[in-house]
């Protein structure tokens, strides 16, 4: 019943000018039943009236119903079965259908301030929802239905709204009055709407625990029957206040309460992804860095990149919490994020993060990281190639071969310094190498390389330079910022000095710097002055 629209007559509707003339002249000037609360326009808004000295004579089952109703003190049972029984008697002496027609007034009229009990130990509730719930307590004989009218104050009515507010409870129509039955649904589906691990205090500051510990002893409490004008006046007020308030709340005690609650549903609501922000930095430290979920997923991707196919394999690795691991990483259809704190923890026994009803932050990332050390180890050998690393002098007739290792299908290498296992550049070789024949006629090669086995495996890096015995003190062209530029080997004594002087001058002819006579004139001159 309560549920129900306001009644609204259009009053520039010629075809209700007829209940127009009734509400006007009979209810709300004869009977007083009705009461005018406002206008908008050609349409008025109307309440049932509670004040028995509004209500006419001619009602006297409703006057009497609404005077033992307001005459009653705080706290106190009406008792709706010796009423009915009253009013069945002299003087009154009326039937069902006035009595149900009073009743129904007095439900609408008092809305959710009338509180109807089974009986007077006021334990359970008794809904009167409909027409069919009135009857029911009017046809029984016996009835030990009780009504207890709760009054609200100005102040409780801002900080019921302000609770409402706060958990994003449905905007009002216009003119609409929060209720405070809409107000506790409201704060109910929220509290309840809320992911376990949300409700993890130890997961905040230490001084926002206390107060939020007792939000959440107050809030886990709606699973039972609870008194809601009690629970939303009394207990809830008293956890911001540290006691009781009742009457006694003003507007700014309303507004202090109301900014608090506020506050710790937004940092409630943020629950969820403070939880998650614990579990990327602790699977990040495991990774030997620092960070949030975006950092957690880089170095998580980088390393799982890393790996060679035979380790990315989850079918070839025997420890469970490993291979899981490496199942998770292998999904494309579903986001990191997903995996790490949904998936992978549920797999590992602990639940999704958001259903953890106690931290398992450690313990998941120990999980992780034994995991990680699992896949790790199980990295196949492949030795690198048997070579002397470092510079190596040469003649270009010499020959220097690099076998293939064994266990290895072949050796890749690159001629510039660079990694062949990411380098486009990179050679093969399914045979042994010569690394002199790889001069060609260069005064120096920068030659890396590594062994591979049938699996894609791949050895450690080898770094070689070749430098020709012969040509090691010819000048080089070699890119630049500023476009191309020169190098040569700095020479250790004065023939050396002689080789790179005649490399000089050879490079001139070589770019129409100089001409053949004159580079002829300056190797002549030289020899005369250096003497070789």
């Not at 008025?44 to 003190?73: G, Q």
């Amino acid at each position: 019943m309560l549920e129900a629209e306001k009644v609204l007559i259009d009053n520039g509707n010629p075809d209700n000018h007829g209940e127009k003339r009734y509400l006007e002249k009979v209810l709300l000037k004869g009977a007083g039943a009705l009461r005018k609360t406002g206008s908008e326009g050609v349409v008025s808004y109307f309440t049932c009236e509670t004040d028995p000295d509004k209500i006419h004579d001619d009602f006297p089952v409703l006057k009497e119903l609404c005077e033992r109703l307001a005459s009653l003190n705080p706290g106190e049972t009406f008792p709706v079965g010796a009423f009915l029984e009253d009013a069945r008697d002299t003087p009154f002496g009326v039937g069902g259908t006035p009595l149900m027609l009073s009743l129904a007034h007095i439900v609408r009229a008092y809305g959710e301030r009338l509180i109807v009990y089974k009986d007077s130990t006021r334990m359970v509730e008794q809904p009167v929802r409909s027409y069919d719930d009135l009857a029911k307590i009017v046809s029984d004989p016996a009835a030990k239905t009780v009504f207890v009218v709760r009054d609200i104050s100005q102040a409780q009515i801002s900080l019921i709204d302000r609770v409402a507010k706060a958990v994003d409870a449905p905007p009002l129509k216009h003119g609409e009055t929060r209720s405070l039955n809409s107000a506790f649904e409201a704060l109910k589906q929220w509290w309840n709407g809320l992911p376990a691990v949300a409700k993890i205090i130890s997961l905040y500051e230490k001084d926002r625990q206390a107060r939020l510990n007792g939000l959440k002893n107050l809030m886990d409490g709606l699973a039972g029957s609870v008194d809601r004008f009690d629970f939303m006046l009394e207990q809830l007020p008293a956890v911001y206040t540290g006691g009781p308030v009742g009457d006694t709340l003003t507007q700014k005690d309303t507004e202090t309460i109301g900014d608090a609650f506020a506050a710790d549903v937004e940092l409630l609501n943020s629950g969820e992804q403070a939880a998650q922000g614990r579990v990327a930095q602790a699977i990040c430290e495991v990774y030997g860095v620092k960070g949030d979920m975006i950092e957690c997923e880089n170095v998580v991707t980088k390393w799982y990149a890393s790996l060679n196919p035979s380790q990315r394999d989850p079918y070839k690795c025997d420890y469970e919490d490993a291979k899981q691991f490496l199942v998770r990483l292998a999904e494309q259809n579903v986001s990191f994020s997903s995996k790490i704190v949904t998936l992978l923890p549920k797999d590992y026994g602990f639940g999704a993060v958001a259903e953890w009803t106690s931290l398992h932050v450690k313990d998941y990332a120990a999980k992780l990281k034994q995991a990680k050390a699992e896949i790790d180890k199980a990295k196949p050998v492949v030795y690198k190639p048997a070579v002397d690393e470092g510079v190596h002098e040469v003649r270009e007739s010499q020959e220097m071969y690099v076998e293939i290792p064994k266990g290895a299908a072949r050796v890749i290498y690159t001629l510039d310094g660079t990694d062949p296992r990411h380098s486009e550049s990179a050679q093969k070789a399914d045979k042994k190498l010569d690394l002199v024949s790889l001069l060609k006629g260069r005064p120096n090669v920068k030659i890396k390389m590594r062994a591979v086995d049938q699996d894609g495996n791949v050895s450690d890096p080898v770094s070689i330079e070749l430098v020709s015995e012969k040509r090691k003190y010819e000048v080089r062209e070699t890119p630049s910022l500023f476009g191309k530029e020169l190098t040569v080997k700095y020479p250790d004594d004065t023939e050396g000095l002689v080789a790179v002087l005649k490399s000089v001058i050879s490079y001139g002819v070589k770019r129409n710097l100089l001409s053949t006579d004159m580079a002829k004139k300056l190797n002549d001159a030289m020899r005369k002055i250096i003497g070789v």
